[in-house]
């Protein structure tokens, strides 16, 4: 198969986008194809509940003390001869970050389902309704739009905490480069659904944070609109959005699709195909 085009996709999402075209999932009577209204968005967002809301904060709070910590003890160790493995380990930071984005992104839209215990009301139900009701991500506060990726965080935080309280000087000296590297790393990692969010945000971003986009730095609305073409199988990458074309050019997740589906007979985005058909 060739790899689309970022153009080809594009026009593919422009039409999309036209509540006049017959798409793949627009109902005889009109159903709303997406949107707060789509049947499974609503039952999707009535999912989200008080028991989560407190995990997020708890996880939230938990991670943002770490961060505090730890980076206090990354400046009480720093040294000027650092200065350049700083600056490469932001760049690895930043890619291994977008990576794992696109991997974890990828696996919640294409496999497993909400109904799944524990995980599926929790990590799946998000991805579901975003596909469905792709703005509600912008209604959503700073607490529930990035509670799981700083939850994401902890183990690794908590971790390098723990080296940074018991290891001796000269242990920590060794492995400070690392530390650099995992705490940036973490840093982009947590903020990658506030990148993701602002990629929907038309309106009423800080003027600094589209220079941001404009120039790449951060996922660009544009860039972000391809994934949102169903079946949503391509450019799962969203803290920056880097990796995409290359790993679309490599038909890295088709392979990946391929293998799985080999291997279990499960077929790739399933239960998001039922959530987007659903209607009332
Ligand atoms: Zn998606
Ligand atoms: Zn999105």
Redesign the pocket.
């Known amino acids: 198969m060739a790899a689309k085009s970022e153009e080809q996709i594009l026009r593919y999402s422009m039409l999309e986008d036209d509540p006049n075209s017959n798409s793949l999932f627009a109902e005889k009577e009109r159903k709303p194809r997406w949107g707060p209204q789509h049947a499974g968005a609503k039952e999707l967002a009535s999912l989200y509940t008080k028991g989560k809301r407190i995990q997020e904060i708890i996880s939230m709070l938990v991670a943002i003390c770490l961060f505090i910590f730890n980076f206090v003890n990354l400046v009480k160790y720093f040294r000027v001869d650092n200065l350049y493995f700083i600056a490469l380990s932001s760049i690895f930071g930043i890619l291994t970050a977008d990576f794992a984005s696109g991997l974890v992104h990828w696996c919640a839209d294409s496999w497993g389902s909400v109904q799944l215990p524990i995980i599926g009301k929790a990590f799946i139900r998000p991805f579901r309704e975003?596909?469905i009701d792709?703005t509600s991500?912008t209604r959503h506060d700073f607490i529930e739009t990035n509670g799981d990726t700083f939850a994401v965080t902890i183990p690794f935080m908590l971790y390098s905490s723990y080296k940074f309280c018991y290891f001796t000087n000269d242990q920590i000296r060794d492995t400070y480069n690392w530390e650099c590297y995992i705490f940036l790393l973490a840093i982009f990692v947590s903020m990658t659904n506030q990148f993701?969010k602002w990629?929907?945000t038309y309106f009423g971003l800080p003027w600094y944070i589209k220079l941001l986009q404009k120039y790449h730095i951060i996922l660009p609305c544009k860039h972000?609109r391809i994934?949102?073409v169903a079946p949503h199988e391509t450019y799962f990458c969203?803290t920056t959005g880097w990796l995409n074309y290359t790993l679309e050019k490599i038909h890295f997740w088709t392979i990946l699709e391929y293998l799985i589906e080999k291997a279990t007979g499960y077929k790739p985005r399933d239960d998001d195909m039922k959530w987007a058909k659903k209607v009332d």
């Open positions: 975003h596909h792709p991500i993701h990629s929907h972000h994934h949102h969203i």
